[in-house]
């Protein structure tokens, strides 16, 4: 259910970004339709055409250049934001506990054992990153280790790994790109319009208009304005729409590999009662963990805004529903598919 | 008409080999999810040995219950060295549980201990018991979970047509019938090194 309704939210980010590209593409092709009559445009130049669709095409470039750069460097940098080392031996106690539990969990879920780091932070949060499930991140605070018991760091464990498992650092990281790229986009308009470019723009249309099919392409070009001017606020909150979705697909997940919902339940209200933020870990990755790193009273809300600008859904309705899927369990022995 | 046909047949081909590709990925899947129940028997039998010998000087007198842990960890080692998914899995359930079992009760025994507990060996030797016997538990369910998916694919319709070219075979799943190794986790969670 959550897989499929994320699926959908990213087809439509893909066609916002498609019309915001492509169509206004399109606009110009239908704008600048040489006339019948060679004098439409005064002047001995001849008149531009767009038939190429340059605008698309380079907005692609542009997003796949940035998600390519951002995925080779962001686990990187998210690591080292963080100021996380790396744990390769255990020595102390609770330090060898999570390699194990780690361990258990990749065993668990059926994938490669990720690099594991610790975050000098005394908040409880966690987070993963990395390219794919070959070149895997999880990273854990000190507070976690001493503020969890051992099933509900596993919980915690198998959240993360699920994150791996679901593609969600790749889906993010391209949805950033993606947002980036349209906020690049809706700014050089801006300008654009600023200096006058308006004018340009509806002194073509309307010279077309005369033509026949006119009224279209302004109407067009009006909505592709509009869409164009919008995209930053549209494409974030699609973005953190996206990212909500994964975050209770990932609580299924966890569910999925530890066939212990209620542990994760308990771990998020430890991990919500000791709401201080986590300060080492940056806004940029917020998505990527348990819970949300700023402390934003947001993400506690219930009700239209927060279901508009939480990256992660309210901490009452996750717990709620591992709940619920915990009493299931219980009842049936066998596991819901989705929370 | 003819060119349907075509395309209806060239479909069912491309249809054929894409399923007979997907059971020859379910297959590889479920032998790779036996070689990790494999591994991480390995590891528990490896791992019985070094707790015998950390509690054997403290508790000389449970002599019992350490010779029940060395013999079922032994007949598991002979029975696990011939098991495979399409034969032996339920005997090899067996020798595990009863190890389960035995493991279990010297646990007990090393609680009523306090100061053998106090030992940092021991309280590494529990705490490696404890992730020995998720991992046992969890490559289980992996291959459980992968097992049912390869014997369910290859029994439903269309699959089944290409089941017997891809040498698809019904894979035993290890199920547990002895109350005493469902209660084997339960136990373990007392061994928590938690502060």
């Known amino acids: 259910m959550n897989r499929r309704r994320s699926a959908v939210l990213v087809g439509i980010f893909l066609l916002f970004f498609a019309w915001i590209g492509f169509g206004g593409d399109y606009i110009f092709y239908l704008s600048t339709m ?39 460097n962001g686990p990187k940098q998210v690591l080292w934001a963080s100021g996380a080392w790396e744990l390769v031996q255990a020595t102390k106690p609770e330090e060898q506990q999570l390699v194990n ?28 990153t990395g390219t794919d499930e070959r070149h895997a991140h999880i990273a854990v605070t000190e507070g976690l280790l001493t503020t969890l018991s051992r099933d509900e760091l596993q919980a915690v464990v198998a959240h993360e790994l699920a994150h791996v498992k679901n593609y969600d650092v790749k889906l993010m990281t391209l949805l950033a790109a993606l947002v980036g790229v349209l906020a690049l986009i809706s700014d050089g308009t801006w300008r654009f319009l600023g200096r006058g470019g308006g004018r340009v723009l509806r002194g073509r249309s309307s010279g077309g208009g ?21 995209a930053p606020i549209v494409s974030r909150l699609l973005a953190l729409a996206v990212s909500r979705k994964r975050e209770f697909l990932a609580d299924a997940s966890s569910a999925q590999f530890t066939r212990n919902p209620a542990a994760l339940a308990a771990a998020l209200r430890k991990i919500e009662d000791a709401s201080a933020p986590t300060t080492a870990i940056q806004r940029g990755s917020a998505h990527l963990c348990i819970a949300d790193p700023l402390g934003r009273r947001i993400n506690a809300k219930q009700g239209f805004v927060a279901d508009m600008f939480g990256t992660h859904p309210p901490m009452a309705v996750r717990i709620a529903r591992l709940k619920a899927m915990a009493y299931q369990y219980d009842k049936t022995g066998v596991l819901p598919e989705t929370v | 008409m003819s060119w349907i046909l075509l395309i209806a047949i ?21 032998l790779n999810a036996w070689k990790q129940i494999d591994v991480q028997l390995k590891r528990r039998h490896d791992l019985i040995p070094n707790l015998i ?39 090899l359930a067996a020798a595990e549980a009863r190890l389960g079992a035995a493991l279990s009760r010297l646990n007990v025994v090393v609680e009523q201990y306090p100061q053998l507990k106090a030992t940092a060996n ?71 090194p938690k502060a």
């Open chain 1, 34 to 72: 040489p006339a019948a009559a060679p004098a439409a445009s005064s002047g001995s130049r001849t008149p531009y055409h767009h038939t190429f669709p340059w605008f698309g095409v380079g907005a692609t470039l542009l997003a796949v250049g940035m998600a390519w750069y951002s995925w080779r």
């Open chain 1, 101 to 128: 539990v780690v361990e258990e969990m990749a065993i668990a879920s059926g994938l490669p054992r990720p690099k594991l780091w610790i975050v000098p932070d005394n908040d409880p949060n966690a987070f993963s």
């Open chain 1, 210 to 230: 005369r033509k026949g099919g006119g009224g279209l392409v302004v109407i067009l070009l009006v909505l592709w304005l509009i869409s164009v001017l919008l």
């Open chain 2, 10 to 30: 060239v479909a069912a081909v491309v249809w054929g080999i894409s399923a007979y590709n997907g059971l020859i990925q379910l297959k590889g899947d479920t």
């Open chain 2, 53 to 91: 010998n950390a509690v054997k000087g403290a508790m000389d007198f449970e002599r019992e219950t350490l010779e029940a842990v060395i013999q079922a960890r032994n007949q598991a080692v002979k029975i696990q060295a011939e098991a495979l998914p399409t034969g032996g899995v339920k005997k």
């Open chain 2, 122 to 192: 021991i309280g590494q030797l529990q705490e490696e018991l404890t992730s020995t016997e998720n991992r046992v538990a969890f490559a289980r369910q992996l291959y459980n979970d992968t097992a049912t998916s390869y014997n369910v694919r290859q029994q439903q319709f269309p699959w089944t047509l290409i089941a017997g070219m891809a040498k698809a075979e019904i894979v035993e799943l290890w199920e547990i019938t002895d109350e005493q190794e469902r209660a084997v986790p339960k136990v373990d969670l007392s061994s928590k």
